[in-house]
């Protein structure tokens, strides 16, 4: 089992940065990529980024490309998504996930959650 706890999240005005991170402990050492996503009221959970194991491959959704940054420290067990420029369509519950795969693409792909952390961005 791996436990994933996130926090940064809050109530920022657009245009505004804020700084994710994710606690991962328990079998770490059987993660291998991990990522961010965020689920919207009524919308489908949205893979935002994910990184490999080593923090040489990076994927974004194109929405957020330019303006969000996700990185690891595999020494502290811990992920960050730093958000930049925020927009109101930001807004959403962001959650961190560990994959067993290197290359996940999906959220089936993803093996444990966090609970998540909200973000909302005012006009």
């Known amino acids: 089992q791996v436990q994933l706890v996130e926090s940064g999240g809050g109530l920022v005005q657009a245009g505004a940065s804020l700084r994710l991170s994710c606690a991962a402990s328990?079998?770490?050492?059987?993660?291998?990529?991990m990522g961010w996503f965020r689920q919207a009221p009524g919308k489908e959970r949205e893979l935002v980024a994910s990184?490999?194991?080593?923090?040489?491959?990076?994927y974004y959704t194109e929405s957020v490309k330019g303006r969000f940054a996700i990185s690891r420290d595999n020494a502290k067990n811990t992920l960050f998504l730093q958000m930049s420029s925020l927009k109101p369509e930001d807004t959403a519950l962001y959650y961190c996930?560990?994959?067993?795969?290197?290359?996940?693409?999906?959220?089936?792909?993803?093996?444990?959650w966090g609970q998540g952390t909200q973000v909302t961005v005012s006009s």
């Open positions: 328990g079998r770490t050492f059987s993660t291998n990529a």
């Open positions: 990184v490999s194991l080593n923090g040489g491959l990076t």
């Open positions: 996930a560990v994959s067993h795969y290197s290359y996940p693409s999906s959220p089936r792909d993803f093996d444990y």
